[in-house]
């Protein structure tokens, strides 16, 4: 892949960020995603490449852009898969909380898992942590694991997890094993990005999400030496066919991170709303500050972006 490609990729969920991040605060999830998507839509056109979205807005007849399957870019360039949320917390940014991003994983062809849009058990951690956990162990032993080779106790970790009724005997167990909680109403990807921080203030990630966000947040970790593990959790027949037609014979199968992502993989993101990870949008009379995360797994790389967009010489923002 082409790392020149890179600031092109940034260039996309910077404009993402910035147009969803105009009605943070609103009330209005649908209007505020639906302005991540055009204004995402919009900026691939210009990136030089022949990509497929694999992870997109949905099926085709489900979503007009951005849909799976969809061709992006101009047509020339290297043949990529994209996997996107072009405002991943379309909740968080709604009600002007913490943590929402729009974020891009890219890789070049057959990189990317092609996951169904269902749940997915999900376990994460930073580098320390690889190879350390396993999925199909009780939470209380990864984080007695995860303690063990940090060199510290149970209860000075913090395991962030979705504030979900279905997360209830999880988060009890949690509590029980004596580590602490960073509790989301959204954004597991920003979740996993955060295990990676050098400040500690979140482990590991665990619980049930949205199994494309997985396949992005594996993108991410790839980058960054992290590990992720993900079992998908269908809800009913109809998720398990469509899986099926994916390639996924296996419901039960535990993906690897080198499962759902593998190869030269890409991964940008820009903070809509201030999180753990990323700055959210600033606006000021001018423009607007943005502040971008954009890595590669080939060379492990990882660029922090600010940058200033002055909106009288960039109008299409």
Request: negative net charge.
């Amino acid at each position: 892949m082409n790392r020149n490609l890179a600031l092109e990729f940034v260039r996309v969920t910077e404009m993402a960020a910035i147009s969803s991040a105009r009605l943070m605060g609103r009330g209005d999830e649908k209007a505020a995603d639906q302005a991540a998507v055009d204004a995402m839509r919009s900026m691939l056109d210009s990136v030089e490449c022949d990509a497929t979205v694999v992870i997109g807005e949905g099926e085709r007849d489900e979503a007009p852009m951005l849909y799976i399957g969809e061709k992006v870019g101009t047509g020339n360039g290297p043949k990529l898969e994209i996997a996107l949320d072009p405002l991943e917390g379309t909740t968080v940014c709604a009600i002007g909380a913490s943590n929402s991003i729009s974020v891009m994983a890219i890789a070049n062809e057959g990189g990317l898992l092609h996951a169904p849009d269902t749940y997915m058990k999900k376990i994460a951690v930073g580098a320390i942590g690889k190879g350390i956990v396993d999925i199909n162990e009780t939470p209380t032993e990864n984080l007695r694991r995860l303690a063990e080779v940090k060199k510290c106790r149970v209860n000075d970790l913090t395991a962030c997890i979705l504030d979900r009724e279905r997360h209830a005997d999880l988060i009890a167990e949690v509590r029980e094993a004596g580590a602490r909680i960073k509790l989301i109403g959204d954004g597991d990807v920003a979740g996993a990005l955060a295990c990676c921080g050098e400040r500690g203030e979140v482990d590991i990630l665990m619980g049930t999400g949205g199994a494309p966000e997985g396949v992005i947040a594996a993108a991410a970790l790839q980058c960054m030496g992290g590990d992720f593990q993900g079992i998908l959790q269908p809800r009913n027949e109809e998720e398990i066919v469509r899986a099926k037609k994916m390639g996924i014979d296996d419901i039960t199968k535990v993906f690897s991170i080198d499962e759902l992502a593998s190869g030269d993989v890409m991964f940008v993101a820009t903070g809509v709303t201030t999180g753990t990870f990323l700055k959210g949008v600033g606006f000021t009379p001018w423009g607007a500050f943005t502040h971008s995360i954009v890595m590669r797994s080939a060379s492990g790389t990882i660029r922090q972006i600010k940058a200033e967009h002055h909106f009288d010489t960039k109008p299409r923002y």
